[in-house]
């Protein structure tokens, strides 16, 4: 600072700074003196602006002290900051001018310890269970034999082969991996990368969906399975359309993936069990039903076959069940010459009884009585249909002369006229104007006038005679 410190003027016992030289000498010896630290203390407010940087306080029991992380360093963080959680900041500090103020440049950040890390977890979980990720309604029930599985897991180690290995000795199905890191920065992006990506598969494709998915890995501590913990890894694993089986570390280890996924195995080894049945098993297990329905088959006919045989004992011989019927018949065929014989000779005597009634002569009286008896019903109808006729002839005469009085003949013989065009009656002067031509009818005929505009010739009529007015 001494290229700051003027010569004092006379009278003045200290050197004048401006407040940017001041400040800016500050922010050199902050910076130059604390340009790598490591902080340890609790996440107090934490602020996310929608430039993506993050503003977040530190602080203890004592002090506290302001931090921002960059954007690009807070998109590749591992472990995000959470209001609470007791980290291990490292950066470097410096100062802000424009509010006076110090903070801390935060290049990465770490949980303080396992205690931070269970806390934060504990806290993850409760909100992820909150919003019903948890739920049980939400589990899908895994295919019994799946034709392809989707195996989520580090294409190198123990993990992979032994879930290969145990697929090939229950029932070899088609398997697809998918590689992925299982632990540090990478593994949670690229995992939960994986879920979404088997599920955008088309069914039917050239690369087969997975009708079933396993994600996998091995034992490890807290911190090497911390990315199966993360949120985005749970979030993927809940909306996988594909049924998911979680085979994270061993029995006694516990991931957020395990709570979400629909089904969870303690190993590996085990999710490959769940995934398939035993091959051998089944074809024994339909072996012994097939055994079994034959062995039904044959009881129920041989069952069957003994009832019949039993209640065919029981039954009449089957010459005795017609019997009665044939000696009828034989009684009938005897009795019907002798009824054929008497119902002729009773049809022949009634006809004969009757057929004096149908002599001719009888007929032609019968037909002159009746002739008799309608000419004199004739007779006596004539003067009723005589009046009747009357009363309708008068009735027309009546409404004819009703209508001649109605029409308008009638109207025109009291000096009316009708007055016809080109297309039909004129009925006011504008009309009259617009036709060619008139036609003017009368009670005694029509007269036919010249086109609109031009006057016709006078005619040549008797000096007694009244012209033409038009």
């Known amino acids: 600072m001494s290229d700051l410190i003027d010569d004092p003027l006379e009278g003045e016992n200290a050197p004048e700074f401006s407040v940017s030289e001041l400040s800016g000498a500050i922010k050199r010896m902050i910076e130059g003196e604390f340009a790598h630290v490591r902080i340890k203390g609790e996440v107090g407010r934490v602020s996310r602006p929608r430039s993506g940087h993050v503003y977040?306080?530190?602080?203890?029991d004592r002090a506290v002290i302001n931090g921002i992380i960059w954007k690009g360093v807070a998109s590749r963080l591992a472990t995000q900051p959470e209001e609470g959680l007791e980290v291990v900041a490292t950066g470097r500090l410096t100062t802000f001018p424009g509010q006076s103020k110090y903070q801390i440049v935060i290049e990465d950040i770490k949980p303080a310890g396992m205690g931070a890390l269970m806390a934060m977890l504990e806290k993850r979980k409760a909100a992820l269970q909150a919003e019903g990720l948890f739920d049980t309604d939400r589990k899908q029930p895994i295919p019994y034999l799946?034709?392809?599985?989707g195996v989520v897991t580090s294409p190198s180690g123990a993990v992979i082969r032994d879930i290969l290995h145990r697929l090939r000795d229950r029932f070899p199905r088609k398997v697809l991996i998918w590689p992925v890191a299982v632990q540090g920065d990478k593994c949670a992006p690229e995992v939960a990368a994986a879920i979404r990506g088997f599920n955008?598969?088309?069914?039917?494709?050239?690369l087969p969906r997975p009708d079933l998915l396993i994600v996998a890995r091995g034992g490890g501590s807290l911190e090497d399975l911390w990315g199966f913990n993360e949120e985005v890894v749970a979030r993927a694993a809940s909306e996988s359309e594909i049924p998911l089986i979680s085979a994270v570390g061993h029995e006694t280890d516990t991931t957020l993936i395990d709570y979400v996924s629909?089904?969870?195995a303690p190993t590996p080894t085990a999710a490959a069990e769940l995934a398939v049945p035993v091959r051998l098993e089944l074809l024994a297990w339909l072996d012994q039903q097939d055994a079994r329905l034959t062995q039904a088959l044959t009881s129920g006919v041989t069952?069957?076959?003994?009832?019949?045989?039993?209640?065919s004992r029981a039954l009449p011989r089957a010459e005795t069940l017609t019997q009665a019927q044939r000696q009828q018949i034989d009684h009938l065929d005897e009795r019907l010459p002798n009824a054929l014989k008497s119902g002729l000779q009773t049809r022949q005597i009634y006809l004969s009884r009757h057929a004096g009634r149908l002599h001719v002569g009888a007929i032609r009286q019968r037909l002159i009585a009746e002739h008799r008896s309608l000419s004199a019903l004739s007779e006596r109808m004539k003067p009723a249909y005589t009046r009747r006729l009357g009363q309708l002839s008068d009735r027309l005469t009546a409404l004819d002369r009703q209508r001649q009085a109605m029409g308008y003949v009638e109207t025109l013989k009291r000096g009316y006229a009708v007055v016809h065009g080109a297309d039909g009656l004129v009925?006011?002067?504008?009309?009259a104007e617009a036709a060619g031509s008139l036609e003017i009818e009368f009670h005694d005929g029509k007269v036919k006038t010249g086109s609109q505009g031009k006057k016709r010739a006078p005619s040549k009529a008797k000096p007694s005679e009244q012209g033409n007015l038009f």
């Open 303 to 311: 069952r069957r076959g003994e009832r019949l045989r039993d209640l």
């Open 56 to 60: 977040l306080d530190l602080k203890d």
């Open 262 to 264: 629909d089904q969870r």
């Open 146 to 149: 799946p034709e392809v599985i």
């Open 200 to 206: 955008a598969l088309t069914p039917g494709g050239a």
């Open 427 to 431: 009925t006011n002067k504008a009309a």
